[in-house]
């Protein structure tokens, strides 16, 4: 009788540790969705924000180059360093991709422990079953 109570305790206690690890899987998962989400919808923010400021330079300079042939040098001046905010604002994007690239490994590298794991309590839960059925055969045979 102690054996099925051990048993049950047992298979309670791994049915436990399993739940516990499927909904920290899930909540990592849903984590890294929501953070996946999120960076994509700034990123995009980001991208169609320096979209409309590069296409509203252009026209600027478009413009003032017709209107005022003195500044034009002045203004070329300007589009230099313009570039190389829009450089800075690439690497910045740059940044993010690496970022999000180094969240899925990472990811992917949980994902992968959280598997062993629930390998190795699958192997422990078999293990397990197999010496109480030898304990019980040992019990039966001894008495």
């Given amino acids: 009788m102690e054996n099925d109570k051990f048993q049950e305790f047992m ?12 909904g920290l899987r899930t909540e990592l998962k849903g984590d890294m969705q929501e953070l996946r989400t999120e960076l994509k919808g700034e990123m995009q923010g980001l991208r169609t924000e320096l979209k409309g400021d590069i296409q509203a330079l252009k ?7 017709d209107k005022f042939d003195k500044q034009i040098s002045a203004l070329h001046d300007f589009r230099v360093s313009q570039d190389q905010v829009n ?3 690439k690497d910045a994007h740059t940044t993010f991709g690496t970022k999000i690239e180094e969240l899925q490994l ?10 062993e794991i629930a390998e190795d309590v699958s192997y422990l839960a078999k293990k397990s079953f197999r010496q109480e059925k030898q304990l019980a055969k040992l019990n039966v045979g001894l008495k």
């Fill in 11 to 22: 298979a309670d206690q791994f049915a436990k540790m399993f739940k516990e690890m499927q």
């Fill in 59 to 65: 026209s600027d300079i478009v413009r003032l180059e």
């Fill in 87 to 89: 450089n800075d604002n």
């Fill in 106 to 115: 990472e990811s992917r590298i949980t994902d992968e422990k959280l598997d």
